[in-house]
């Protein structure tokens, strides 16, 4: 059973060097009549490898901080660096699948858009390029669909599209903003599977979006569970790769985050 | 560490109001694009006057002051105001009528496989054809006087707004479609509620095209076309002063064209996207 | 600085028959080099109309322009005698033809009326209606008639008057357009001619340049000079030569029987070097205030290689 | 029933061909676009005969069969392929000029903000200016001669092409600039691998009515303008034939306009979308 | 426990009468390329207050059949049928909640978008429609940003929208494509009860999309199993609304359904 701690910095620093480190940031949204606050003085870190989880509500800002982290937006307060550099500007360095269906180039066919970034990024030759971007593509079963131009996609295969050139450029750190939310559960499994098999071939350092408190655990190795909007972080979850489905640690886990997420009284309405 | 541990967070303080970084009077100044374009304007008259004045030949390219005293002559003696005012009247009747027909005609392109073929046609046969083309059949039918001028302004509004039109019609998401045909929308319903909201920042480009293609045309038929009778417009009012080598009154009416242009832009386009694309975020 | 590449203007049309025989039978090169100017070579340019030749002329493009008596005097104003004739070439009447059997004269035109010109207010014909005007009416009313104006080409026009329905039944012209309509509009006659207001022929084409390129180049407007007498003669010498010419240059497809029966029309052949009627013709613009200084003589807005012929 | 039943189906047999309806030739041929834009060629050109016989005033609006007789007569002595030619070579500069230049002024814009200021100023200013203003300048710039036209060209074929890129431009989807951005991209490769693809199909009404404007404007330029030296082009073609009073050889000028607008749309224009956002989906 | 069957066409008949007939529909799309099957013979019937799941992997054609009813596209083979009428175009007793997040009219403010059919389609009076969205709006907890442009809200806020939208319109049959999918866990929970709520109070017709096994037992009360590209369809599972979530029943029929996917070897690839 998971052990419910208060929160001590000492304990966040067991894990792996630091690599991305949010501190006290609060990220607003300008519009002409009103100033949004998505996220108020959120502060986590992440370490080289890890596989970091955002869990929260619709609408807390979960998004917001990856895209700030992506290098999108300025944080009104706080800081965010990734090793030790702050970040001001989007790069491939941090290769970011997003939540929308229109992330693919309509111009350019399935194959096309995986190897794009590849070969203008990470300028891989045009042979390298295609061989992984047709790896990829068949790690997420759209062989059959490797010359559709997007627009003939179903939505769960766009997504899939982006997950998979996401993983083709093999970056260092890796943002999904609900990847596998458009998924079955069947396909979701094998892109999960996919997901942390590469994860074992590079140790990449990934954040990962979800809705799924079960996709969480089976996904991250930490939880960053944040509250209703405006989002703040609400707990941190560790060692979630200690569990284990099999032992039903991870069932209870599960049970643990669900009611302490489903016990809040304030849901952001 | 064998097991999962969840760490609570204690929330974090009120958040401080917004740290407004401290900016220089200038600085907010230049973010005013009123300021920065006002600014521009003034730069460009600037250049004129210097050009003008090294050129140092009136009869071709007045100085910006020289035209500013032929212009303000004019006002004054209220010359211009009138032939802008007997421009404007008309050229807002051709751009009315043209932006109906332009309207007209893509409803029915939309509407029926025909009406897309009888517009893609019509407008890359007849929209090369320069308004002195029209002329006689405009004489024909509308006879001397402002029938013609109108009709000619049509022919010079009616293809880009209505290209224009029609492309921001295609470019609207199948979704969006089918939301509106869920909706039990047809026909003209179907287009004022959802096409034409949805394809607005399409519109308007071609309409901005239409203003600007409609004063061109508007000038140069009065150039070729002349007035029926009265006092003409300001076509006329730059045709005759050229003729009479009068040429700062000339550049005073082409700034009072230049003048116009930035006016209604500034003050309608502007607001019109203001209140609509750049609101609904379907244009940043 | 001596110039020896000339450039020229040319507008096309029965009117300016001696430019077109200057150009084809190099009549300018020739007479340069009778000066002593060898090597000289002329290019001519076309234009629509005399505004876009004032514009040439001014921005230094062109050197010599051939037109109206109106520009060359409002442009002799404006520069401040910085731009001056040196000859005249042609002078043949302007007829205000209507078919419409009530008007026989000037004064039966009434209000409603049409009265077709090539340019409202500033054209030839429009300031021979106001100078008609302000004879009839007394010199403040001198823009009675511009009401009346329509602006037309030559062209629209004679189709306007070939035309029974049409409303414009009066027109204006020029020739050979006035000549035509005479031909074969029914019951087309003239109301009154250029030389009936004027009282003689007004110059309709004549050479002018800056006096900056006269200066520079005596020679070269001594040899226009010389070539447009030449040309003069050889067109009444050689009519049916001239005519080849004229339908080689414009490619008026007009037989050549009806070019020469249309030059034996009165006043048709009229290719004086002098210019005639144009100090009546200031008088009447500076009254209008069109042109600001009145101009002495004559004298004042030609170059003085013209000052022995008997200009008025 | 109180329990959950699954009922399994056993696979439909293989699917037929699909069942294609017997659809008659007349109803195909009409399901091809180029088969119903001839026939409504076919059918204007017989509108315009039959008008052009009632009236009956070939001095006015000849009919369609003299003008092609007209047309036939210029084509076989050689004069206008030859003018049509020489406007298409001056009309092709002034285009490639202006299309560049507008690429330029739009890069400009979408890079800085004073950039976005100046080709909005300048759009609203100097667009509604007709080219006839623009005569002194380019006198003094490019002197008598295609320097002049091709700057009179640009004029009317930069402002609607830049207007059409910048809202284009403007319109594309925050996710894909997002996306954009991600690669790493910046500056001027931003622009074209992502920008202009995803903008193309506004581009290229921008492109359609450039063209058809730079045709309106060579063709009255010419015709104010009048030639340098050598034949002319159409737009003179057309002047010279009008004062000859020789109408039918005016309309097969301007016949030849519309010929020329029409292939340049059905067999560029139509290629490249069929090619691009036809294919993209971006467009329907 | 639920009773594996072969299915038989009388054991079909027990249920309400037949509103929606699809019998033996392909639907294909023509691309430029080539001709795309999406699903092929396709054949099912949704009785009157039926909440009718369709389940089945990404890509197999299940936004396809929801269009297909809706009106959006024409069976290339076999007939659609509502009411005995063959449906040939869209209207609005076929409310659509659509899978894509871009189907907000940008236009309009969130209570507009829920408005806007209120007043088109269903005539209601502004009053009452204003009243009916704001009560609908309330139900997704979305009324702090009721007059919110759609391009500021995030995208489950966003789908919750176009829920709001739909279930405003009370609509004889409601054709859901995944509409929860975007959703956290406590918002998901929020809105199926909603949505089952509202099925109590008017009893209309729905057709649902989903790929989460656990939501397709909790909506409806028949669920439409199909293969992989292309679709057809593999089973049916009826009285759904028989196993109960606290009894285990529910949980043995997810994992029924589940193995019965998952052992099936041909993924769409
Ligand atoms: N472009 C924008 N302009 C203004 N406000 C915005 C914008 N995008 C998001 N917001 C607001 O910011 C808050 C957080 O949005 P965000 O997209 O980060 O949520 P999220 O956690 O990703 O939600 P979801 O799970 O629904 O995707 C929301 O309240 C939303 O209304
Ligand atoms: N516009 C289109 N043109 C061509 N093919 C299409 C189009 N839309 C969908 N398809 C194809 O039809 C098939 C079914 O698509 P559909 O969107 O119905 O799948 P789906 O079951 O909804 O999948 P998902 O769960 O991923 O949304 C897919 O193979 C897809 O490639
Ligand atoms: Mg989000
Ligand atoms: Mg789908």
Known sequence: MAAVQAFSPAAAGEAAPVLLDVDGVTLRYKTPGAVVTATERVSFQVGVSDRFVLLGPSGC?????????????????GRITIKGRTVTEPGPDRMMVFQEFDQLLPWKTVLENVMFPLLDARRLGHREAEEKARHYIEKVHLTRAVDSYPHTLSGGMKQRVAIARGMAMEPDI??????????????????????LQLWEETRFTVMFVTHSIAEA??????????????????????????????????????????????SDTGHGA | MATARILMRSAAGPASGEVERARGLLERAWDNGFVRKTLLVVVLALIWETYGRLLDNPLLFPSFTETL???????????????????IKVLLM??????????LLTVLAIGTRLGSDFLETMTAMLSPLPAIALLPLALIWFGLGNGSLVFILIHSVLWPV???????????????????????????????????????????TGLKIGWAFAWRTLVAAELVFGVASGQGGLGWFIFENRNLLEIPAVFAGLLTVITIGLVVENLIFRTIERRTVLRWGTQT | QTKTEISLSRQLGILYLPTHVIEKRKLIESEAQKLGLSGVTTSWVSFSSSSAQQDALISGNVDIINTGTGPLLLMWDRTRGAVKGIVASSAQPNLLVSRDPRIKTLADFQPGDKIAV?????????ILLQMAAAKMFGPDKWNHFDTLTVQMGHADALVAMRNAGHEI???????????YALKDVPGAHVVTTSAEIIGGPLSQGQFFTTTKFADANPKIIQAVRNAAAEAKAFIENNPKEAVAIYKEVTSDKTPAEDLLALLAQPGMSEWSLQPQGTMKFAAHLHMTGALKTMPASWKDYYLPVAHDLAGN
């Open chain 1, 61 to 77: 800002g979960k998004s917001t901080l990856l895209k700030a982290v992506g290098g999108y937006m300025r944080p009104s307060e």
């Open chain 2, 94 to 103: 051709g751009y009315a009528a043209g932006v109906v027909l332009a309207g």
């Open chain 2, 162 to 204: 209505a290209l224009n039109t029609h492309s921001g019609f295609r470019a609207v998401s199948q979704t969006l479609r089918m939301v509106g045909r869920n909706y039990g929308l047809k026909g003209f319903a179907y287009i004022r509620k959802i096409l034409i909201p949805a394809a607005f920042a399409s519109i308007l």
């Open chain 1, 217 to 262: 655990i089976k996904i991250g190795n930490r939880i960053l569970l944040l509250s209703p909007h405006p989002g703040r972080v609400k707990a941190e979850v560790e060692g979630v790769d200690t569990v284990s489905p099999t032992d039903g640690s991870a069932g209870r886990l599960e049970k643990e985050i669900h009611d302490m997420l489903f």
């Open chain 3, 169 to 179: 039944k009066n027109h204006f012209g020029a020739p050979p357009f006035q000549h």
């Open chain 2, 69 to 87: 005293a032929a212009l303000a002559d004019r006002v004054a003696d209220g010359s211009l105001p009138a032939r802008a005012w007997t421009s």
């Open chain 3, 118 to 126: 090539p340019t409202v207010k500033v054209s030839t014909q429009a």
């Open chain 1, 174 to 195: 890796l943002l999904m903003d609900e990847p596998f939310a458009a998924l079955d559960a069947l396909t979701r499994r094998t892109c999960q599977d996919e997901l």
